[in-house]
């Protein structure tokens, strides 16, 4: 069973990125091959986006990352308004786990290798959230995690609300040993206001950007898949979840639910 979110050990530190030697010549991705633009209202498109249901169990409870919420596909925990998709994480005592919320899915197998891949978003902000703009594999060609790789585009944890971090998880680079890549960057008003959350990915490298300002490179190291598992289709992921092994080192604050993530659109172009 494959692991479904990043495993953060104790003590996170901020490694800084090797910036690529293509750092100002990137490559234009200027065909927009999929979209979603919000200009409806109800339900998230299903031809577009499916969900993550449940608690993770019974084969790794806790999304592998001991996370306290449960997740659905009900409208309370996700729906488009005025233009926006909005996630909330709630507390609801109807279920046993006390909290729901949303993960989102780009639909069935669909995904892309390479391209430009660009969320704009409004983050949540209380102690215990764990919110998430990522891609994880559509056929796992490498096994299951790591081995088959993830892209975390942009995580934030509550109890640290100004800092937006991005990571790969590969078979040699990955939580679980606590030897992910990684690095942060400041975006003190990322619970306030919105901002463009970017990969651009290539078969040497990728690279991770907050509003076009780049601060994330992980590059091809041209050994094996457990370097880079990056040639193959990954999939779209959104989601709040709540507490757990990073977004709970803190502790949690139920009182200060429900809280929400916005999203103006989600483009890809290649």
Not at 151 to 176: K, L, W
Not at 205 to 226: G, I, M
Request: negative net charge; proline residues 4%.
């Amino acid at each position: 069973m494959r692991r479904l979110a990043s495993y953060w050990m104790l003590g996170l530190g901020l490694l800084g990125s090797c910036m690529s030697a293509t750092d100002g010549k990137e490559k234009k991705y200027n065909s927009l091959v999929w979209s979603d633009e919000f200009d409806y209202t109800g339900a998230p498109d299903t031809t577009k986006w499916t969900y993550d249901l449940g608690n993770g169990c019974p084969n790794s409870c806790g999304w592998g990352n001991n996370e306290l919420q449960h997740y659905t596909s009900d409208l309370k925990n996700s729906y488009v308004q005025d233009g926006k998709l909005t996630i909330v994480l709630l507390q609801d005592e109807t279920i046993d786990s006390l909290f729901t919320s949303a993960r989102l899915l780009s639909t069935g197998n669909m995904g892309w290798k390479y391209g430009r891949f660009e969320f704009r978003a409004k983050l949540p902000s209380a102690l215990g959230t764990w919110s998430a703009l990522w891609m994880l594999p559509t056929e796992w060609k490498y096994g299951g995690w790591p081995h088959s790789g993830e892209i975390d585009i942009m995580e934030n944890v509550g109890y640290d609300p100004d800092s937006v971090v991005s990571a790969t998880h590969t078979g040699m680079y990955n939580g679980a040993q606590g030897t992910q890549k990684h690095t942060a960057i400041a975006v003190p008003d990322c619970d306030t206001a919105f901002h463009n959350y970017i990969l651009e990915w290539d078969e040497d490298e990728y690279r991770v950007y907050v509003d076009e300002e780049l601060f994330f490179v992980y590059q091809n190291e041209k050994k094996s898949s457990a370097q880079w598992p990056y040639d193959q289709n990954f999939r779209l992921i959104m989601n709040i979840a709540f507490g757990g092994n990073w977004g709970g080192l803190k502790g949690i604050d139920p009182s200060a639910l429900p809280v929400k993530m916005e999203v103006d659109y989600v483009r890809v172009y290649q």
